[in-house]
């Protein structure tokens, strides 16, 4: 009969720098601990993990997916985080349930209550790499001190990626969320990323946060001031009727009217644009009384016309004479009778039509 070895019943368990998890768990020889399909189904990822989802993270350790997780849409959660310190690679690969989001009201269908990545009962949780889709809730919820990147996060019914203060949320794709791109907490760091197409404000984030080159188009409302998307501006430059290439800088391109109508929910690039010779009374907004050329929508090759028609030849021509081509200019006499009833056709601007060979500042528009 054998003799039973103390040191056997040592080694069903494996304890680097204080993290502990079941002998049976899935370990790469880099440290990591690995999760995919059937270590979902069996549960064990960390010790007290129940079998199925949310695949339960109680100890802190790194984490990398090496297959796709499909989470039924009862789940509260793909992945729950309850260990502070917890790294997640998802390793290029998708978190996803039955959720989609679709029609241009962008409803979501079926309900559900889960969150891809719940995370809000541990700090400093990074979460990157991969993709988090299809959720009843959120698609990634993050705790303080967290962080978020290199992520793509969609369909999720209420909101993208979701933090608490001091994170930060950096280089990920957010789209097609019914609720908010990406909400981030005080003292947060929202930078370098694509969010677009999204049911609610494309980015929600305090004041003090540090909000920077995003790109943030096509959302249901324009979030709070500071976290205004799409900028904006008119050039310190002036062309004639031939716009030749891209007068704007990279990233901007020649604006149409309809892209910049109400400039309310657009940000002036003060960086970029004409500021005028100063004195002045600009503040942080736009230039008024200052002229540009502006695209008009006019399907026709035309240089003849009222505003809006007139286009230089789709802007080809400097010749003058008959040739007129759109310009555009905030309206600065503030006759708000107007609005209701513009003389110029769209307030609060003033369009007019100029000759092409007639030197003009052109708007710019965020692509």
Request: charged share 10%.
């Amino acid at each position: 009969m054998p003799v039973a070895r103390p040191w056997l019943l040592a080694a069903l368990t494996v304890c680097l720098f204080s993290v502990c998890v079941a002998a049976g768990s899935a370990r790469a020889t880099d440290g990591v601990i690995e999760i995919n399909a059937a270590r979902a189904a069996a549960g064990g990822v960390t010790t007290g993990d129940a079998p199925g989802f949310p695949v339960e993270i109680f100890t802190r350790g790194n984490f990398r997916l090496t297959s796709d997780l499909i989470v039924p849409g009862d789940a509260t959660a793909g992945i729950a985080v309850y260990a502070s310190g917890t790294q997640i690679d998802l390793n290029g690969f998708a978190i996803a349930s039955t959720t989609v989001c679709s029609g241009v009201n962008l409803s979501c269908a079926p309900s559900g209550t889960g969150v891809g990545i719940d995370a809000s009962a541990a700090d400093s949780v990074v979460v990157r790499n991969g993709r988090v889709t299809g959720f009843g809730v959120y698609g990634v919820f993050l705790s303080t001190g967290s962080r978020a990147k290199e992520l793509s996060v969609d369909n999720n019914a209420l909101g993208g990626i979701t933090t608490d203060a001091a994170a930060v949320v950096s280089d990920n794709i957010v789209r097609l969320n019914g609720g908010y791109g990406i909400s981030a907490g005080p003292d947060s760091r929202v930078v370098e990323n694509t969010v677009v197409g999204n049911g609610g404000p494309g980015i929600l984030t305090n004041a003090s946060a540090i909000y920077d080159r995003n790109v943030v188009n096509h959302n249901v409302g324009p979030g709070p001031s500071f976290a205004h998307a799409r900028r904006f501006y008119v050039t310190t430059i002036k062309l004639q009727g031939v716009i030749v290439g891209n007068p704007c800088d990279t990233g901007f391109h020649f604006a149409s009217l309809w892209e910049i109508s109400d400039p309310s929910r657009l940000a002036y690039d003060r960086d970029r644009g004409n500021l005028g010779a100063p004195p002045n009374d600009l503040g942080s907004g736009p230039i008024t009384g200052t002229p540009g050329w502006i695209r008009s929508g006019y399907p026709v090759f035309s240089s003849t016309g009222p505003p809006g028609s007139a286009t230089c030849f789709n802007w080809t021509t400097s010749q003058g004479g008959v040739n007129v081509g759109t310009t555009a200019t905030l309206n600065a006499a503030w006759d708000f009778s107007q609005e209701l009833a513009p003389a110029s056709g769209t307030w609060p601007w003033l369009l007019t039509t100029t000759g092409c060979n007639q030197p003009n500042y052109v708007w710019c528009v965020e692509d």
